[in-house]
């Protein structure tokens, strides 16, 4: 069952029914101010961190899902509704809410009378733009009341739900015409405020949340929209909030709009008051008079457009399959954008107040980012560098404000190191900008300790080299990608922290995923060293990296499938030898990637068996046999119920690992097949049992183990926005970049008749054809760029500003 359909033209999801199974939301916003949004309006906004510069208050995990949003209310006669038909649940005759890039418009109606909401954050600035529209569609006059809701939260987002025997006598406003200041804690240590403002003027106002609620009524019934008038309340304490009262008689067919700006504001240190508890109004009017008029927004709303259409214009596939093109095309990459831009810190399951920037997600982030700001993952890049540690191991997160590493967590994580060289590598193959390499990033964010990114590198490399256990793999430290796979922990205390119990480095625990990862981004390492000439240290890597090779080929082979790890007693995790939990699925993905076995014909077998153990109807599990009960070796993974997250849910993360190793054997049928039972775009016939929105991946979905197998959980914030569009783009299209060029080597379905692809790179546009008479699933018989016949299948980067066309025929 679906909710809503694709509008593809106009890059839209439309989502016909507000019951949607769970909020399906949109992220307005893309440098330093941010909102969520759902599909009824609910969500917040924060300025750069959601959980220390939080700017309206949300409620989670509330008994009605979505509890709080920016809401307007009308008024029409003695009925209250909302566009968005929450909070007040008003029936409407028509609605529907269309996420687009970077802005959302909710339409309600009712009683002859249309409300548009339209939302969004204008590039450059701190502030959400919504304009309502109202419409008369009748033949008679109509009078109509509007009312604007946001609820203030208090900076502080932890604080702000916890502390309330300060918070609810912290609160201050100051109301002026139809600007809403919000200044709570503005007297003592910030320089920011909030302004709610509304470009034209209002009936009254409200600034205390009881006097326009009533006492308990909630925002489903609020007191003062109820009455049709505002009590003018000015807060002292308890919780302010921002509501503006505008009445208006529209005549029939007559249209009315209303810009409201709600801004985040800072002052400087010296000019914080114009006069003694009076604040500095100026960087409010500022940006006011920016969206005062409907050009003004109409322009703005252009502006955003054009953005987007710059930025997707970077990879641009058509095929016959349009589920495909608006997956490549739109709303995978507009995903890795809110991935790269939140990491996993705010999302309608991520609370905004406990992770910061992950070291191996935002690294993994950049995989599906670089392409379309590559000076973004630039800065990136070295803000995460200089967190790293001399000994190149890795703090595990790190806190974007302050873009330090947090200690709290600290590191013993190992595979992140890795992820260091291989978002690397992957800036290098989109830009070919070696100089990022000789920037000089600090160890520990101490300047003192500066030294050049491929010193990183290496350092990322050597730990890795040096931390081996008793069969040569890689120690595993607190755990590798799989954070809960915890082999040293050892966790007999409920409430403790799985993540930093126990030792962080035990001198046994090893693992095969690891081992794998090194010689994939080893291999990569090593050829970022032979493009800068350094040769010998190339070649020593190279020789490290067939060391490991041969250990994983070895230790780390089970007879019918990779071995995940050996745990502290030296026994393996993820073998037959064990009663539950015998194969894993990384360790298949990462080392057929790896290349690991592609000769000898472990890959192959691998990538059988974890079709034969590990599918199920949404794709592939973690792990299987799920474990039944608690294992204090195993840690955290055997904390959830058979079928859920780590024990045996599909982790849809690591899906594309395997997905792509299909493709390097070349089963483009298989790919595709396994592709589309993790893709959201293809489950949104079944919205209603998958539940998560459908134009985004979730983390996981639960596995054939769990009492409802199927559901979605955790959209938007997963590193497999990054993962999916690397193996649509890059794999299965088979348009990757490489260091000395772009490679063209799809591997497709056998039934696909071909595609055609636009893609921007390195300053040329390559206009790029597919064929396949032949109905092969991968391999190219001939070539031609620009007439001309070429050897091998990497076109070597032209001079800037080219233009190539380029026919390929498989076969
Ligand atoms: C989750 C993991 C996550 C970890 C770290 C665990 O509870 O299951 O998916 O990586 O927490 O926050
Ligand atoms: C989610 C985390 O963000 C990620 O870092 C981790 O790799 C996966 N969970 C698997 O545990």
Redo the contacts with the bound molecule.
């Keep these: 069952m679906r909710y809503g359909y694709f509008d593809d033209n106009r890059k839209e999801y439309v989502i016909t029914d507000p019951r949607t199974p769970l909020p399906w939301i949109n992220y307005l916003g893309s440098d330093d101010f941010f909102r969520l949004i759902s599909n009824t309006a609910g969500g917040y906004c924060f300025y750069k961190d959601a959980n220390l510069l939080r700017m309206t208050r949300y409620r989670y995990n509330s008994d009605r899902p979505d509890s709080n949003g920016h809401y307007f209310y009308i008024k029409d006669g003695n009925k209250i509704w909302n566009p968005g038909w929450q909070p007040t649940q008003t029936a409407l005759a028509g609605y529907s809410c269309r996420h687009g890039l970077g802005y959302t418009i909710i339409e309600g109606r009712r009683n002859g009378i249309c409300a548009k909401q339209e939302v969004f954050v204008p590039r450059g600035e701190n502030c959400e733009v919504t304009r309502i529209t109202l419409s008369n569609e009748t033949y008679k006059d109509k009078e109509l009341d509007l009312f604007s809701y946001v609820e203030f939260c208090f900076w502080n987002a932890l604080e702000d739900m916890s502390n309330f025997q300060r918070n609810y006598s912290i609160g201050e406003v100051e109301v002026i015409g139809s600007d809403i200041y919000h200044k709570s804690e503005f007297r003592e240590r910030r320089r920011h405020y909030a302004v709610f403002s509304v470009n034209k003027p209002v009936a009254g106002f409200d600034t205390d949340r009881t006097s326009f609620l009533g006492a308990y009524n909630g925002p489903s019934f609020p007191e003062a929209v109820i009455r049709g008038e505002s009590k003018n309340s000015i807060a002292h304490g308890w919780a302010p909030i921002g509501s503006h009262h505008l009445t208006c008689t529209l005549k029939p067919q007559e249209s009315v709009s209303y810009i409201f700006v709600l801004a985040y504001c800072e002052t400087g240190k010296e000019d914080k008051f114009e006069a003694p508890g009076v604040i500095n109004k100026k960087p409010a009017q500022e940006v006011l008079a920016k969206f005062r008029t409907d050009e003004q927004v109409d322009q703005a709303l252009e502006e955003l457009r054009a953005h987007w259409e710059k930025l997707l214009s970077v990879y641009h596939v058509e095929s016959d399959d349009e589920v495909l093109n608006r997956t490549a095309n739109i709303w995978n990459q507009y995903q890795c954008m809110t991935t790269f831009n939140m990491s996993?810190s705010a999302s309608y399951y991520e609370s905004g107040l406990g992770r910061g920037m992950?070291f191996?997600?935002s690294c993994q982030d950049i995989l599906g980012f670089v392409h379309m700001i590559p000076d973004k993952a630039r800065e990136r890049i070295l803000d995460i560098a200089n967190t790293q540690f001399p000994d190149g191991s890795a703090y595990h997160q790190y806190q974007p404000l302050t873009k330090r590493g947090n200690t709290g967590l600290g590191s013993g994580f190992n595979d992140d190191p890795l992820w260091l060289i291989a978002a690397v590598a992957a800036y290098l193959r989109e830009t070919g900008d070696y100089t990022i390499l000789d920037e000089l990033c600090d160890f520990n964010n101490n300047p003192e300790t500066k030294a050049p990114l491929l010193e990183h590198l290496k350092r990322s490399f050597t730990f890795t080299a040096t931390h081996l256990g008793p069969h040569g793999l890689p120690l595993i430290g607190r755990a590798d990608?799989?954070?809960?796979l915890n082999l040293n922990c050892f966790s007999e205390e409920p409430g403790e922290s799985f993540q930093i119990t126990g030792p962080s480095e035990g001198p046994v625990a090893e693992s095969v995923f690891i081992g794998g990862m090194f010689v994939k981004y080893g291999r990569e390492y090593e050829e970022i060293l032979r493009h800068v000439g350094r040769e010998e240290e190339a070649d020593e890597a190279e020789h490290t990296v067939q060391q490991m090779e041969k250990t994983v080929l070895d230790a780390g082979w089970d007879g019918e499938w990779f071995v995940r790890a050996y745990d502290a007693a030296k026994k393996p995790v993820g073998s037959h030898v064990c009663e539950e939990g015998k194969i894993y699925i990384e360790p298949q993905g990462m080392c057929v990637m790896a290349g690991i076995g592609l000769e000898s014909g472990e890959a192959v077998k691998a990538l059988e068996s974890a079709q034969r153990y590990l599918e199920c109807d949404y794709g592939l599990v973690v792990l299987n046999p799920a474990y039944t009960s608690y294992h204090l070796e195993l840690g955290e993974i055997t904390s959830y119920p058979p079928g859920y997250k780590?024990n045996a849910g599909v982790?849809c993360?690591n899906n594309p690992w395997v997905i792509i190793a299909e493709t390097m054997l070349g089963h483009g049928d298989r790919a595709f097949d396994l592709m589309k039972k993790i893709c959201p775009t293809y489950l949104e016939p079944i919205s209603e049992i998958h539940k998560t929105e459908p134009y985004v991946y979730c983390?996981m979905v639960s596995g054939k183990d769990a009492p409802v197998q199927g559901e979605g959980k955790n959209s938007w914030l997963?590193?497999t926005a990054s993962w999916g569009f690397a193996m649509l783009s890059q794999y299965i299209l088979g348009i990757r970049p490489e260091m000395d060029g772009l490679c063209i080597d799809p591997c497709i379905p056998a039934a696909c008749k071909g595609f055609t692809c636009t893609r921007k790179f390195r300053g040329s546009e390559y206009h790029i054809t597919v064929k396949n008479p032949n109905g092969v699933q991968k391999g190219i018989a001939s070539m031609t760029v620009n007439g001309n016949k070429l050897d091998g299948n990497v076109i070597p980067v032209p001079a800037a500003g080219s233009v190539c066309e380029v026919e390929v025929v498989m076969g």
């Design positions: 996993r992950g191996r997600d990608w799989n954070d809960c780590e982790f993360h983390q997963t590193g």
